[in-house]
């Protein structure tokens, strides 16, 4: 009887059940997304969706929330342990909230702030002019060596001591190498900076210990929950217990209204996912599978930005193949491929039309495809681009993308 009430209204139901035949017949390789337990789809459908809780454990402003206290206390507890952190805000709706609460717990407007440039990986909320972290605050951007596609560290060093942020910023939507963290906060400490990390791409790699964790370095930290880390959508911050007050006041009153209990409770389940050991057998495939089809992309003729990943994600540059990134994600949906175009450094071409493509493996992953798959979907790809206005060929292969989805379903136990 799964969805029998929903499914009484036929409007709304027929468009979940396209959504949801589209996610069983389709390969999701956007780096960002993931396919949730179904423990967590539950926690998301219960009760607790009906509470007010503004405030915090013990401290709210409505009655009725000792029950609501147990259940943030059991995902504080739960995110507390999975990522050695002092102190653990679980209430952030989503990243951007999230990173505005943390501007707002540590900088007052027009406080100068470092972070990565958005075409060179780093995200929107992390000083980009149309965004309201580049509007309320002053911020210096540094990006990846136009050689190596790394982040140049003698570089972040010589701009933040011309610069004296007050805050630098680590952490990246579509960069694909390990964060030397400590190299940031012994450049942060050269000038008193407060250092910041948005994992919200490799906090499910950092919580399965399969790369470095900045908690234990860095001032403060957020993630969203629902990438790498296979929870709901929504976000925590995490930050040494001396930031504590200043960071929960941001988040409330200072950003937000009443949390999303329902939603906590979907975060208290994926943390308790994560803490298992199979969790990190998934981490480790998710690299594998990254690796493996980098590799095979080089192979087939491709450059990627910075050579390969340490992660779960790469950025395929196309500048050579007579298509840009919009194309290439239009061509792969036809296929039944979902990707999400990208800018690589330097990009000649608007964001709109960049010139590469993310491809993440998180997803793939947890439908269970390792090395062998990994390489047969790499071939898709470049056939797929290579024959791109061939559509009997784009048939044919989308048969087969059809065919491992059917072979690999998505997980409901
Ligand atoms: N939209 C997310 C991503 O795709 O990386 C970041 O917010």
Redesign the pocket.
Same mark, same amino acid.
């Given at each position: 009887m799964k969805y029998s009430r929903l499914q009484q209204d036929s409007a709304v139901w027929e468009v979940v059940k396209k959504e949801e035949e589209r996610q069983n017949h389709e390969l999701e390789l956007?780096? +960002?997304e993931n396919y949730v337990s179904p423990a967590v789809l539950e926690a998301m459908a219960t009760v607790l969706t009906n509470k007010y809780s503004e405030g915090y454990a013990g401290k709210r402003y409505y009655g009725g929330n000792a029950v609501i206290d147990e259940m943030e206390n059991l995902a504080i507890e739960r995110a507390k342990k999975l990522f050695e952190a002092e102190h653990v805000n679980v209430q952030p709706l989503s990243? &951007?909230p999230a990173n505005a609460a943390v501007y707002m717990a540590f900088l007052n407007p027009g406080d100068k702030v470092l972070g990565l440039r958005l075409d060179h990986g780093g @995200?929107l909320s992390h000083g980009h002019k149309v965004n309201f972290s580049g509007r309320l605050y002053n911020f210096v951007q540094y990006g990846v060596n136009p050689v190596t596609g790394r982040i140049d560290m003698d570089e972040v060093r010589a701009i933040a001591l011309k610069e004296k942020p007050k805050m630098i910023v680590a952490g990246f &939507?579509?960069y694909s190498r390990e964060i030397d963290w400590q190299k940031f906060k012994d450049i942060a400490d050269e000038i008193g900076a407060y250092t910041f990390a948005d994992i919200? @791409?490799i906090a499910g790699l950092i919580a399965a210990k399969q790369i470095k964790n900045p908690v234990p370095i860095f001032d403060v930290v957020s993630t969203?929950t629902h990438k790498t880390l296979r929870g709901p959508r929504g976000a925590i911050i995490m930050c040494k217990e001396k930031f504590a007050k200043q960071v929960d006041m941001a988040v409330f009153p200072g950003m937000q209204g009443g949390p999303h209990d329902h939603i906590t409770a979907a975060k208290a389940i994926a943390f308790g996912e994560a803490l298992r050991p199979e969790f990190k057998e998934y981490a480790r495939q998710i690299i594998l599978n990254a690796q493996a089809m980098a590799e095979e992309f080089i192979r087939l003729g491709y450059r990627i930005v910075s050579g390969g990943t340490d992660n779960h994600l790469f950025i395929l540059d196309l500048s050579d193949k007579g298509l840009a990134g919009k194309e290439a994600e239009q061509v792969l949906e036809k296929i039944g491929l979902s990707v +999400?175009r990208s800018t690589i450094p330097n990009d000649p071409n608007p964001p709109l039309n960049p010139s590469g493509i993310r491809i993440g493996t998180p997803a793939v992953t947890t439908r269970g495809l390792k090395e062998k798959e990994i390489l047969a979907v790499a071939g898709y790809i470049d056939e797929a681009l290579r024959n791109k206005d061939d559509q009997e060929t784009l048939d044919v292969i989308k048969k087969r993308v059809q065919d491992l989805c059917v072979k690999f379903p998505i997980p409901t136990k």
């Open positions: 956007i780096a +960002s990243g &951007s @995200h &939507s579509a919200a @791409h969203t +999400s």
